[in-house]
Nanobody, 124 residues
Framework: QAQVAESGGGSVQAGGSMRLSCEMSAYTRNSFTMAWFRQTKGKEREGVAR???????KYADSVKGRFTISRDSSTNTLYLQMNNLKPEDSGMYYC??????????????????WGQGLQVTVSS
């Protein structure tokens, strides 16, 4: 069973940057989708960015040009570099993984592995 260790998060002022990390040990799929989701109070969890085993990246419109998803295959660690942060980016961020072919709109249950969540707070 995959174990997930997330790190990063915290508080930053608007316009600042932050990097989230998610190490998925023992996750050995050759074909996969990995993604970052976020959830704010009163809203559904939304997909922010995803990367698949072909290194194809997709982003939510709200973060395009500001966030970058990447993966270090040697350590099986997923990253989310967030630049020019805005107060509306605040929320709990979760990493997730599942089979190849999932999208940011796929049902959450299709992603079988989840991190515990990281709080990101952006102040104006």
């Amino acid at each position: 069973q995959a174990q997930v260790a997330e790190s990063g998060g915290g508080s930053v002022q608007a316009g600042g940057s932050m990097r989230l990390s998610c190490e998925m040990s023992a996750y050995t799929r050759n074909s996969f989708t990995m993604a970052w989701f976020r959830q704010t109070k009163g809203k559904e969890r939304e997909g922010v960015a995803r990367i698949d085993s072909d290194s194809v990246r997709k982003y939510a419109d709200s973060v395009k040009g500001r966030f970058t998803i990447s993966r270090d295959s040697s350590t099986n660690t997923l990253y989310l570099q967030m630049n020019n942060l805005k107060p509306e980016d605040s929320g709990m961020y979760y990493c997730a993984s599942g089979r190849y072919g999932l999208t940011l709109l796929s049902p959450r249950e299709r992603f079988g592995v989840w991190g515990q969540g990281l709080q990101v707070t952006v102040s104006s």
